[in-house]
């Protein structure tokens, strides 16, 4: 029997060892100036660790944490006054306390998540909902046919989406003659904050021209780069801190000690001074966005897809993979890196070579599994804009086309296991994945493939090929030595 501890909360953060970090502020102390959206793992890891620092020098930047559909961290945080653990698993092992959350607020809780995104004090509303949670379609602009947006477009009762919560919080900042709040993106998507501004006005304009002009006028939306490796938190992981903290913390979270958080220079200079707890604020977001998605994001979608096919389970394993590893490199050096227009003073190769090494930290157990979810809105920024870029180009495809291809082989070996996988596309896939040609058929899937590279016959026939190689283990050798 495993001893019954106490729960992490302000009462009992008096208890904690020495060693063990704590917010060097008063957590009851604290304003709510941010809203986010997505409190999941790597928002915790990541800006709860920016804003935690930020706190010690200006008490009005708490967050306030709205999950739209699932109130279980919500609830567990509640349970512990906003307080978890933040366990940067690296050469040197550190554990500190977070405070950085103000209030939660979960789903069902409409009328709470409305008065907060009115209230003044919010100037800035965050987001990690992962990149099918802004709801857009293929050319990347609001999918109105998304069942979510069909119900936000009724505008009556509470929205279900992000898209449709901003807009209500504006549409109500407006109504009261108060400024609006700030919006920015953190998912790892390109323009970020461009892509949500189109989607916000969109959605605006149907509801009434005057506010869209309003929020076009008004409001800043800025893109962000978000990096920091956070496996999501497990069994272990809370067993490791509660013995190290003695204390029982349901809402731990783990990551590098690497954090990276690039924002574009245009938020308002009332807000938060993010600059001060070392966010990179600069005109040139797109250059970093892209680099991050292509190398380490592409990286990390190869191995998981070509890694899955091999049989191994982490990132750790599928770099121990010499053959995996040597081919991974060579696609992201030789066939990403000439696609890319480094922002100033960015060092491309610099930045893959310490890519690789975060990807070998021994410390951390980054499931493939984990990686390989959402395959059909990760691919195209991922690995299709490296193509089409190739292509535009005339440099080969070939290399980056396995991965690609291994993701149609895990689509297709998961619909005849009958294993299902997590994609908000998951029926549409499977149904691609099971047809006669299922490259074909998977091709035709147009939120995933542009018509350019579906109607390219070189790129359907490279596929095709690395598809059929893929089914065997021989093949797949064969494939990661050419
Ligand atoms: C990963 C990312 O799960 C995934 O798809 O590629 O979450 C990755 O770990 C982060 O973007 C690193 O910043």
């Not at 309003?214 to 956070?230: H, K």
């Amino acid at each position: 029997m495993k001893p019954t501890r106490e729960r992490l909360t302000r009462a009992t953060l008096a208890a904690l060892p020495e060693e063990i970090g704590r917010p060097a502020y008063d957590p009851a102390a604290i304003g709510a100036g941010v809203l986010h959206f997505g409190p999941g793992a790597f928002h915790r890891a990541h800006q709860g660790d920016y804003i935690d620092r930020l706190l010690e020098q200006d008490a009005r930047w708490a967050i306030i944490e709205a999950s739209l559909r699932s109130g279980q961290v919500t609830d567990r945080l509640i349970e512990q006054d906003g307080l978890y653990t933040l366990a940067v698993l690296d050469r040197e092992p550190a554990m500190r306390v977070i405070g950085a959350v103000a209030g939660c607020i979960g789903p069902g809780q409409e009328d709470t998540l409305a008065a907060r995104l009115a209230d003044p004090a919010i100037r800035l509303v965050t987001s990690t909902v992962t990149e099918k949670g802004y709801c857009l379609g293929g050319d990347a602009t609001l999918d109105f046919a998304h069942p979510d947006i069909v119900q936000d477009l009724g505008f009556a009762g509470p929205p279900r989406s992000l898209i449709g919560w901003i807009v209500a919080g504006l549409a109500a900042r407006r109504a009261a003659g108060t400024a609006p709040f700030a919006v920015l993106p953190c998912d790892n998507m390109p323009d970020n904050g461009a892509r949500v501004r189109a989607a916000v006005l969109a959605l605006a304009g149907r509801r009434d021209a005057g506010l869209r002009d309003w929020i076009a006028g008004e409001v800043r939306f800025a893109s962000s780069m978000v990096d920091s490796i956070t496996p999501a938190s497990d069994a272990a992981l809370l067993d490791r801190v509660g013995d190290a903290t003695g204390l029982d913390d349901r809402a731990a979270v783990q990551r590098e000690a690497f954090a990276q958080w690039v924002v574009e220079d245009v938020l308002p200079a009332d807000g938060p001074d993010l600059a001060s707890v070392g966010v990179a604020v600069t005109g040139d977001v797109a250059g970093y966005e892209r680099a991050k998605l292509r190398i380490l994001n592409g990286a990390h979608s190869a191995l998981a897809y070509v890694g899955l096919l091999r049989g191994h389970e982490t990132v750790g394993d599928a770099m121990a993979d010499a053959a995996l590893a040597r081919f991974v490199e060579a696609m992201v050096r030789r066939d990403v890196v000439p696609g890319l227009d480094a922002p100033a003073g960015f060092d491309l190769d610099d930045y893959v070579d310490a890519v690789f090494a975060r990807f070998r930290n021994p410390a951390i157990r980054h499931l493939l599994s984990q990686i390989a979810w959402d395959g059909s809105q990760k691919l195209p920024y991922r690995l299709l804009d490296s193509v089409q870029a190739a292509r535009k180009a005339g440099r080969p495809v070939d290399r980056l086309l396995v991965p690609v291809a291994a993701w149609m082989r895990f689509l297709s070996d998961a619909a005849a296991a009958g294993r299902p996988v997590t994609d908000p596309l998951a029926d549409r896939l499977r149904e691609a994945a099971t047809a006669g040609d299922p490259v074909a058929a998977l091709l035709g899937i147009d939120p995933v493939f542009p018509a350019v590279l579906a109607g390219d016959p070189m790129v359907r026939g490279v596929l095709q090929r690395a598809f059929a190689t893929l089914a065997d283990g021989a093949g797949i050798d064969a494939l990661l030595s050419e």
